[in-house]
Antibody, heavy 122, light 112 residues
Framework: QITLKESGPTLVKPTQTLTLTCTFS??????????VAWLRQPPGKALEWLAS???????GFRPSLQNRLTVTKDTSKNQVVLTLSKMDPMDTATYFC??????????????WGRGTLVTVSS | DIVMTQSPDSLAVSLGERATINCKSS????????????LAWYQHKPGQPPKLLIY???MRESGVPDRFSGSGSGTDFTLTISSLQAEDVAVYFC????????FGQGTKLEIK
């Protein structure tokens, strides 16, 4: 059974850096083709993809945010960490991590975490 | 970016009746190399993880009831629930994974 869980602060101040951790089980980020993505959904808006990292350590970022985003993986801990710098109230959103089974055969998101609401406010 | 537009934004359907949700992409998401539409549908209930229902536009994920079906190609897609059950109340959203990932705004499905 594959599960993912997001963890991190629920409240951050403007200009601070957000650090979120996705802890997963049931799959390995060393398996060929596997990837983990971070996404977010601002209140009342559509989901938006933020970043991905795959089994080879290749990374992808949302172009409008790439200067503020980092993503890393710790395969020994089954974790993927996202940081988003210079937080702004517009970054208030529910943040999700999701599992992509295979880059070529099944590049959609098969499993998701429940998400974590992050509010940016002073 | 490929823009995904769903219609309607909300929908109320009687139990046992058919529910239809549409999703239109601003660009063709049918790959000429593998003849697959890069389109998925998800169900999202409050407090739960989004659940994959349909991938490659029409392939039902394992364990998803067969009352859920997906159709369409190119830029126009449809999710159909053939006979609405109470547990189907949720927000449904489409996603293209052609380049790289964008989502529809969601359709809230309720019981009439």
């Amino acid at each position: 059974q594959i599960t993912l869980k997001e963890s991190g602060p629920t409240l951050v101040k403007p200009t601070q850096t957000l650090t979120l951790t996705c802890t997963f089980s049931g799959f390995s980020l060393t398996t060929n083709g596997v990837g983990v993505a971070w996404l977010r959904q601002p209140p009342g808006k559509a989901l938006e993809w933020l970043a991905s990292i795959n089994w080879e350590g290749q990374k992808g970022f949302r172009p409008s945010l790439q200067n503020r985003l980092t993503v890393t993986k710790d395969t020994s801990k089954n974790q993927v960490v996202l940081t988003l710098s210079k937080m702004d109230p517009m970054d208030t959103a529910t943040y999700f991590c999701a599992h992509r089974p295979d880059n070529d055969v099944s590049p959609y998101f098969q499993h998701w975490g429940r998400g974590t609401l992050v509010t940016v406010s002073s | 970016d490929i823009v995904m537009t769903q219609s309607p934004d909300s929908l109320a359907v009687s139990l046992g009746e058919r529910a239809t949700i549409n999703c239109k992409s601003s660009q063709n998401i049918l790959s000429s190399s593998n003849n697959k539409n890069y389109l998925a549908w998800y169900q999202h209930k409050p407090g739960q993880p989004p659940k994959l229902l349909i991938y490659w536009a029409s392939m039902r994920e394992s364990g998803v009831p067969d009352r859920f079906s997906g159709s369409g190609s190119g830029t126009d897609f449809t999710l159909t629930i053939s006979s609405l059950q109470a547990e189907d109340v949720a927000v449904y959203f489409c996603q293209q994974y052609y380049t790289p990932y964008t989502f529809g705004q969601g359709t809230k499905l309720e019981i009439k």
